[in-house]
């Protein structure tokens, strides 16, 4: 399984865009990216997938360039809510396949 | 998607006691897993629960203190045996419904307190 790298933590304001990067050098052929984020007090929710290019859903964005080292989650206009863990994940993620949660990045969202 | 639920959502126990977890889920899964949160920290994976077979633990996790059991495709249980306050932590189920489904689903999770 791919290691990963994300930042710690970041902080941002209401309405702004958020850009979480993670690194993943070791990333394999057949490895997908995947984000899930975690509240307070609940279980982690899958946020997004992707392989390569940029992926789109109704809650974020998914950027991976070319050489899928590295991704980058986008939260466009966050929310108070949006303050959470968001982890990433790199691995086959299907069948049999397990999936091992990294440290993540707490977003703290101010007013 | 999959709706899980635990059982008990929260419990105090004394050490040397033993707590069962309980894992429902309203359709039959493929995989099950079996995570652990400590406070402020990310999740562990403890171990693959098999319908019908042993469940394959993790490095660190052994089967004498977390036994596993999966009588069927929508439901298992964890047991925290001869318990420490170093059990103290939140133990999630997690399911991905299916071999060629890459979402996983989480529970609420089940708080755990050893004094």
């Known amino acids: 399984l791919a290691k990963t790298t994300q930042p710690i933590s970041m902080d941002s304001y209401e309405g702004q865009e958020v850009n979480i990067t993670c690194s993943h050098n070791n990333i394999a052929t057949n490895d997908y990216i995947t984000w899930y984020q975690q509240f307070p007090s609940q279980g982690p929710r899958f946020i997004i997938q992707?392989?390569?290019t940029k992926v789109t859903n109704e809650v974020a964005s998914l950027f991976i360039p070319a050489d899928r080292k590295s991704s980058t989650l986008s939260l466009p206009r966050v929310s108070l809510s949006d303050t959470a863990v968001y982890y990433c994940?790199?691995?086959?993620?299907?069948?049999?396949?397990?999936?091992?949660f990294g440290a993540g990045t707490r977003l703290f969202v101010k007013a | 998607s999959a709706v899980i639920s635990q059982k008990p959502s929260r419990d105090i126990c004394q050490r040397g006691t033993s707590l069962t977890i309980q894992c429902q889920v309203d359709?039959?899964?493929?995989?099950m897993f079996w995570y652990r949160q400590q406070p402020g920290q990310s999740l562990t994976l403890i171990a693959t629960?098999?319908?019908?077979?042993?469940?394959?633990?993790e490095s660190g996790f052994v089967i004498d203190k977390f036994p596993i059991s999966r009588p069927n495709l929508t439901f298992s249980t964890l047991t925290v045996s001869n318990m420490s306050p170093e059990d103290s932590s939140i133990y999630l189920c997690?399911?991905?419904?299916?071999?060629?489904?890459?979402?996983?689903?989480f529970g609420p999770g089940t708080r755990l307190t050893v004094t």
């Open positions: 994940l790199v691995g086959e993620h299907t069948g049999g396949f397990k999936t091992i």
């Open positions: 629960a098999n319908q019908g077979s042993e469940a394959t633990y």
């Open positions: 997690s399911v991905r419904p299916g071999l060629h489904t890459y979402e996983q689903y």
């Open positions: 359709s039959q899964v493929t995989m």
């Open positions: 992707g392989y390569k």
